[in-house]
């Protein structure tokens, strides 16, 4: 039997990454690794957690392995598996075991749409003990300093049943990315989409104010990162208000009524 790993070279971040710090979450995220502490990032859809594991695993100069988390999500999925390849039984490490091995920054993206046996491996790596225990091998790896275990979950769109329980929670140090102030959104808005500071804040206007449609059934309003589609249709020749209706109102909803109100919205804007 023979074991197989993907190239870590794979997963550095050459170029650096676009990213305007909201708070001191760079600090914060920055003391957490020194201290070997995982991260918890919480936040709404599109507001930035992603980039943000980005800019941070590039700022640290360690590769970044990202698991976009779901229901199917298993325990072997995350450590490895045996595969038959040329005749032969290989080990191949999972994400979780691959980042252990090299000191890489692992990031679980919405931990908790993955299976609850998935926290049985998390637990141990995210306290003091930093180690995962690889069953079908009889393998207990320590995770070296530079290891860095970071989860992230949307707060408004879990359900009781797949909220985040207080145990794991309390492992972690937490940090809120929310959508950003209209100031520095509408700079990110013009710079990811292309477009100029007139046109970036009125799609931030029209953000905020499908945010506020929360009390009118909404589940949420349009995130930083539709307001960047937008305008890149917008910049592609699209109509603006076209433009918005396919990327905001048609991604947000369903419900006649609060299409209408988003595009009357969108309508007073632009």
Known sequence: MKMQSEKIEEHFIAEKPYYLPQKNELTIALAAYGNGLPLLLKGPTGSGKTRFMQFL?????RPLITVSCHDDLSTSD?????????????????????????????YLDEVVEARKDTTVVIHPLADDRRQLAIEKRGELLTAPREFLLAVSYNPGCQSVLKDMKP?????FVALELNYPAPGLETEIVGHEAGIDNQLARALVRIGAMTRGLKDSGLQEGASTRLLVHAGLLIRAGIAPREACHVTITQAL?????????IDEMVSSVL
Not at 167 to 171: A, D, N
Not at 254 to 259: A, I, K, M, R, T
């Open 78 to 106: 995350l450590v490895g598996r045996y595969l038959i390849r040329g005749g032969e039984t290989v080990w191949v490490d999972g994400p979780m075991t691959l980042a252990v091995r090299h000191g890489a920054v692992c």
């Open 57 to 61: 695993a590039w700022t640290l100069k």
């Open 167 to 171: 145990s794991p929670r309390q492992r």
């Open 253 to 261: 909803t369903d419900d006649p009524e609060l299409v209408g109100a």
